[in-house]
């Protein structure tokens, strides 16, 4: 139990650490191989540590060395509003706020969402906690019938403990959760996020249901979202890929996202399929079913992109589908995306230059030992001259949120490879936000404005330095 007194709060840095603990030790209670997956990533991150060295000392640089082992992204899939406008006074207890809109309804699944994360650069460093929060498109649904009787189900349930929404409620008044408070506090909202193996509907709805989507029967169905993975990050998502099978894991195919690269641009992403779990139905005392739902997903991220950049991938991913059928799961979708990405390019100087990806700029130790009149001219410098001079360094600002197409794919995976539902784009973020209750945050203005204060910060450093030196 932490010192922290009675009177004073617990800060949400601390309290979504908590949290992120106690969610990966539920997970890891009840799926064991989510552990295997903790003890794989482990294992192969301290290889690649040791045998990058380069990578090592930016990483130690940076500050991320510390979140790696820490570093989780949980998701889950709520059906109503009231769900979703309630996740995010939770999440915002722990200093998580919405950032982005994701419509994946146009790659299949009847979802559009948000992504819950700090957005602070102390608070990332803290814990960069993240959960990919879905909310369920009812109007997707063709069969009108079926569509008013899943909304009635939802309607009846309650996913929040009522001790959860209380304390909520009284945070939010006094502006704050006592050391008690906070640990109450995470007791209860892991509760949201238990799974459990009956469903409150009887086999013949859950059947129809799950015939019109089998995502559809997942959120619907059940008591609560239950968290359907919760995803460590790999410092190298190829070799985990091909030693998952070796720890008994039944990997899916292919790893979505950016092909492998020198400089890891976004986020790549792999998992291992969806559990068939029992389950038993409302009203039958005999007989069980089954439901597919959560799997182990694992992810490497790489530096965030500009708009530019982000245009130019978004192009070249297009050109790559544009090259064959059935997406990710092509046989050839890897040679296919190996050789169209080899047009963009692949060092940190040249996405610097290129305007093309996002970059922290700190003072290095040469520049930090200027003169007096070398630091004030330095700041008035270009910062390409600086880094070329050796008196400041870039270093890439890592990816902190998703992308749809791969986030679709690792969905449809896992929902059965052969269920390929077609929408039309149904991008609909106004309406997302009405029922969130707030606005998203644009994630690269996010990036934008990390970028920003880091430029300000080395300028004001050197500034400083000149001050103090001539003094």
């Given at each position: 139990?932490?010192?922290t007194p ?5 800060p949400?840095?601390?309290i ?28 192969i ?27 989780r ?10 769900e ?17 809109y ?15 994360r ?20 009812l109007?997707?649904?063709?069969d ?18 009522e ?21 109450e506090?995470?007791g ?25 989507h ?5 959120v ?24 998952m ?11 979505e ?5 020198d ?15 029992t ?7 005999t007989g ?24 130019l991938?978004?192009?070249?991913l297009?050109q790559?589908?544009d ?20 047009a ?9 230059r ?27 410098s270009d ?5 070329a001079r ?8 890592v ?14 995976s896992?929902?059965?490879?052969e ?8 991008a ?35 500034r ?8």
């Amino acid at each position: 139990m932490s010192s922290t007194p009675a009177h004073t709060f617990v800060p949400s840095d601390e309290i979504r650490a908590r949290f992120s603990s106690a969610m990966s030790e539920m997970y890891r209670d009840e799926v064991p191989q989510y552990g295997t997956l903790i003890e794989l990533v482990a294992d192969i991150n301290q290889r690649t540590l040791q045998a990058e060295p380069a990578l090592l000392a930016r990483m130690q640089r940076s500050g991320e060395l510390a979140r790696l082992g820490v570093e989780r992204h949980g998701a889950i899939r709520v059906g109503t509003a009231a769900e979703l406008s309630m996740l995010r006074r939770l999440f915002a207890i722990m200093g998580m706020e919405p950032v982005g809109y994701y419509d994946l309804s146009v790659a299949g699944v009847p979802v559009h969402s948000t992504a819950f994360r700090p957005v602070g650069d102390a608070a990332l460093l803290a814990n960069p906690f993240r959960v990919f929060t879905s909310l369920l498109r009812l109007d997707l649904i063709a069969d009108e019938a079926l569509r008013a009787q899943a909304a009635a189900i939802l309607a009846r349930r309650n996913i929040f403990t009522e001790r959860a929404l209380a304390l909520i409620a009284q945070s939010e008044a006094n502006g704050g959760l006592t050391d008690a408070e906070a640990d109450e506090f995470v007791g209860e909202a892991l509760e949201t996020f238990r799974w459990h193996s009956e469903s409150t509907v009887d086999g013949t709805t859950y059947d129809a249901l799950h015939k019109a989507h089998r995502l559809i029967a997942d959120v619907v169905c059940f008591k609560g979202p239950h968290i359907n993975h919760l995803t460590p990050r790999t410092l190298d998502i190829d070799a985990a890929q091909a030693a998952m099978p070796e720890r008994g894991m039944d990997a899916k195919d292919v790893v979505e996202g950016p092909p492998r690269r020198d400089c890891p641009i976004l986020l790549r992403q792999t998992s291992f399929k969806a559990l068939k779990e029992t389950v038993r139905f409302a009203g039958d005392a005999t007989g069980a079913g089954s439901h597919t739902a959560r799997f182990g997903e694992i992810e490497q991220r790489g530096v965030a992109l500009t708009r530019k950049g982000r245009a130019l991938y978004d192009q070249l991913l297009a050109q790559v589908r544009d090259m064959g059928s059935a997406g990710s799961a092509a046989l050839d979708y890897g040679s296919r995306l190996a050789q169209v990405f080899e047009a963009f390019p692949d060092t940190h100087e040249q996405l610097r230059r290129q305007d093309l990806a996002f970059y922290r700029f700190t003072l290095s130790d040469e520049g930090a030992a200027l003169a007096a009149g070398e630091a004030a001219a330095a700041a008035a410098s270009d910062l390409d001259a600086l880094i070329a001079r050796g008196l400041a360094q870039a270093e890439p600002i890592v990816y902190e949120d998703f992308l749809p197409v791969s986030a679709a794919g690792i969905f449809q995976s896992n929902l059965g490879g052969e269920e390929q539902k077609q929408y039309a784009a149904h991008a609909a973020q106004q309406a997302f936000e009405a029922d969130l209750g707030a606005r998203v945050h644009d994630e690269i203005a996010l990036y934008e404005q990390a970028q920003q204060r880091s430029i300000d910060q080395l300028r004001s450093a050197l500034r400083g330095q000149a001050t103090k030196v001539a003094a």
